[in-house]
């Protein structure tokens, strides 16, 4: 193959070794338009599963690496002074520019055609002499950008702002350090490449940004290699006592907003993308290098296995996209964790030390306690004390307590519309299906959205509370709960709105019913969809009756013996449509502003409030985010979460989207949990307020470790407790817990071990001299510590590795990088 690559970076070149390897006849060239010596940046980090990769393509390169790294396992967190370790993580990391030198000498020594200090020819003519042309030009790709019609790209240029640096201390551990200012909170991201320097990387919201004055030379254009030395001395003042004496470093440093590159394609022709120009993810999570590195194994692998260039591309990107999704998405979570950390301001140190660790998702309490058993045992212990509990108990068995309502565990059966009542009548079904999860542990049990009237209704097969006879059966249901169960039982309450008169969800999700419809209303004559009822614009008048419909149901609700009322104001149904800008265009005094969008839905909520039991706690559920353009986002959440809060809510239950058919929601697990962060951190906390998180949440360890984050106070599932109505009970037994927290029904008491799976009678010999015990404090918490020699050069100390994945492990049942 003639082959040529436009940017000669680790990556360009990595992939040039790897085809010369894989058949020293191919022609290979580079064209970098920098000198071989010039490189932006400092130290570049790998995970063992890369290096492992590495390893297997290309030993030589491999070893090199491996003798210039600096490796580590720990992670230092200095929050405003405070400071914890965290142990067994895996890193190793090296000077980005021996990365360049030793891949230079590689493809030198392999025959690669490197042209420095030159620009590639045209991209067209390259295209119609070379078989593959690679564009690996970075971030600012002019490639892509020249081909943006075939790549479609999207650049999400980010809020914050941030500077790579380097510096002479040379840190011990990745190193994480939060700093209260008088401007906001500010950050570095440290960790050593080599025996004499450290990457220094320092980020902080754009708003305190200016708070600081540090964008006073933003209207320069600072060419390249010119660093902003203003700022620098700036930096190096606010982190003085951080830095301890030691120097900054600048190599072209100056401040930048992360920019996010996604593209629909990544190939045109025989043209690839690869690295930086395919896609980036944030420092935070993860090294560029890493990633382009990664692409180079899987590009050059796929060549060889395929007979033609086409078929190679389509599978270099279909093996890769998934790998590279995996790690935007953690990227994704943790660099808006960094964007939003003023928010955890208050938080303890322990707390917060933890919350950052988890802040992508990809760690969590079950696979830190295998990294740090001693650090995930504080944590736990912490948040128990910080509960005023007792309890020697995993977080989601800590008692909570919404007002007067003491729950016996952080566990909600989210409410799920069931369509099986006949006329707004609960029956057996009902019964069955929340008697069967309370019995199954969970510490507090929603109905499905029970209809304030027969016009507010959903479906016919939707609940209500607008009969006495109501009343009776929910009665019935309630008396069940209270009289067999430790559970508690709430009633979500809400008015469909123009989501009404729509068939039962088997027959055909949202559709309008085909006859026995009524007519249904909303804030504005919008649709739902293209193929639903348009509704009627709704009057004053009608507005007050349905307030008053709340109201009367809500009394029903208390007499049927609930132990608290949600009122739904999410979703798209009625409440949630005046609250969106999407579904409500009035121009009277309840459209137009987030004030006058809230007006109706305070107004209702103000009635039910003061229509039920002071000593019931009160909830509202909300959409934190509309998922499309013009609608609300977690800003405005904020805002609509203040004022319910204002108004004397007890809790708020946070869920997203289902205000338009067009929505786009940024689907995964756990995908709703960052909105219900927000909330709590920026607005409900100070309060007292509890904030339940829900949304594709289905493992006990994701519910403990959002609640050891302080992310949330409850945690709610739904279709989890479809698949299994004992989740609760089940998920005690899997974390050997027995308590208060998880109480089994006197009749199932029997069943309440966990019955055996396999054999378990099996004693085994012992197999080797002398154990090896990978929790021991000497092998989780390996530091990198240079030592000074008797003639006064500075040596490594070698560091032994331990077989853990490292920060970035990724999700289970997520795609894997080529090794």
Request: proline share 4%; hydrophobic share 40%; glycine share 8%.
């Amino acid at each position: 193959m003639r082959i040529a690559i436009i940017g000669g970076g680790p990556g360009g070149l990595y992939f040039a070794a790897l085809m010369k390897q894989l058949d020293a006849g191919h022609d290979v060239t580079v064209w970098e338009r920098n000198a071989a010596d010039d490189t932006f940046g400092f130290g570049v980090v790998f995970s063992d599963e890369t290096l492992g990769g590495i390893g297997n393509a290309d030993p030589v390169i491999a070893q090199q690496m491996s003798e210039r790294f600096a490796r580590w396992t720990d992670i230092d967190i200095d929050f405003d002074g405070q400071k914890h370790t965290i142990g067994g993580q895996g890193f190793a990391a090296m000077s980005r520019k021996e990365l360049l030198q030793l891949l230079q000498e590689r493809c030198a020594d392999l025959g690669v055609t490197v042209l420095y200090k030159t620009l590639a020819p045209d991209t067209e003519e390259l295209m119609r002499d070379y078989d593959l042309v690679l564009a690996s030009d970075g971030i600012n790709s002019a490639t892509r950008a020249r081909y943006a019609e075939s790549f479609r790209p999207s650049l999400d240029m980010r809020r914050s702002k941030f500077m790579w640096l380097g510096t002479d201390r040379v840190f011990e551990a990745f190193t994480f350090v939060i700093k209260k200012t008088p401007h906001g909170v500010m950050q570095i991201h440290g960790y050593p490449y080599s025996d004499t320097g450290s990457t220094f990387i320092v980020e902080m919201h754009e708003d305190v940004w200016r708070s600081a004055g540090l964008d006073a030379n933003e209207a320069l254009v600072l060419p390249p290699g010119v660093s902003d030395e203003e700022s620098i001395a700036a930096i190096s003042e606010i982190f003085a006592e951080e830095l301890d004496g030691h120097e900054i470093f600048a190599n072209n440093s100056k401040w930048i907003n992360f920019t996010t590159v996604r593209n629909e394609n990544w190939r045109h022709r025989n043209l690839a993308l690869l690295g930086d120009a395919a896609h980036t993810a944030h420092f935070s999570i993860g090294s560029g290098t890493k990633l382009a590195m990664e692409d180079s194994l899987a590009l050059a692998a796929c060549l060889h296995e395929h007979s033609s260039v086409d078929e190679a591309l389509a599978a270099y990107e279909a093996e890769r996209r998934p790998v590279v999704a995996s790690t935007q998405r953690a990227a994704q979570a943790s660099l808006e964790w960094f964007e939003n950390i003023g928010q955890y301001a208050d938080q303890d140190a322990l707390e917060f030390s933890f919350n950052l660790l988890t802040r992508s998702r990809r760690i969590t309490l079950e696979n830190l306690a295998l990294r740090d058993p001693e650090f995930a045992e504080l944590v736990s212990t912490d948040f128990a004390e910080r509960s005023g509990s007792q309890l020697k108990a995993p977080a989601m068995f800590q008692p909570h307590r919404i007002g007067q309502l003491e729950l016996p565990n952080r566990i909600v059966v989210s409410p799920m519309d069931m369509y099986s009542a006949v006329d707004g009548q609960p029956g057996d079904f009902h019964l069955m299906h929340l008697g069967s999860k309370a019995a199954g542990g969970a510490g507090l049990v929603m109905t499905e959205m029970v209809c304030v009237s027969a016009n507010g209704r959903i479906t016919p097969g939707c609940t209500g509370l607008y009969d006495d006879a109501h009343t009776t059966g929910w009665r019935r249901i309630t008396d069940f709960v209270h009289g067999t169960t430790s559970s508690k039982i709430g009633v979500q309450l809400g008015h469909s709105g123009r989501k009404g008169a729509t068939k039962l969800m088997w027959e055909g999700l949202d559709d309008p019913l085909d006859e026995g419809g009524w007519e249904t209303v909303g804030p504005s004559a919008i649709a739902y969809g293209e193929a639903s009822h348009l509704p009627r614009a709704i009057t004053r008048a009608e507005m007050d009756q349905i307030r008053a419909e709340h109201v009367a149901a809500a009394l029903r609700a208390d007499a049927a013996g609930f132990d608290l009322v949600e009122l739904h104001a999410a979703h798209g149904y009625l409440l949630s449509s005046f609250l969106s800008p999407i579904s409500n265009q009035r121009d009277d005094e309840y459209g137009g502003s987030l004030e006058n969008r809230l007006r109706y839905p305070l107004e209702v909520f103000d009635a039910v409030r003061a229509a039920w039991p002071a000593d019931k706690p009160m909830l509202v559920r909300i959409s934190a985010h509309d998922w499309i353009a013009g609608g609300n986002t977690d800003d405005d959440a904020v805002e609509i979460a203040a004022a319910f809060i204002a108004h004397g809510a007890d809790g708020i239950d946070v869920s997203s989207g289902q205000i338009a058919q067009e929505e786009k929601p940024a689907f995964g697990r756990s995908y709703q949990t960052p909105f219900a962060d927000r909330l709590r951190n920026r607005v409900a906390n100070k309060s007292g307020v509890t904030v339940i998180a829900v949304g594709a949440i289905s493992s006990y360890d994701d519910v403990n470790s959002i609640l050891l984050a302080g992310r949330a106070d409850l945690v709610a599932l739904g279709r989890t407790h479809l698949w299994d109505a004992n989740w609760t009970l089940h998920a005690a037994a899997d974390q050997g817990y027995r308590g208060p927290g998880a109480t089994w029904i006197k009749q199932f008491a029997a069943g309440s071990r966990k019955p055996p799976t396999a054999r378990t009678d099996a004693v085994r010999p012992r197999l080797s001299l002398l154990k090896q015990d990978l929790a021991e404090p000497s092998n989780l918490h390996l530091r990198w510590m240079p030592v000074v020699r008797a003639d006064a050069h500075l040596t490594s100390v070698a560091v032994p590795t331990i077989p853990l994945e490292p920060v970035g492990a990724p999700e289970p049942v997520e795609a894997q990088a080529r090794l």
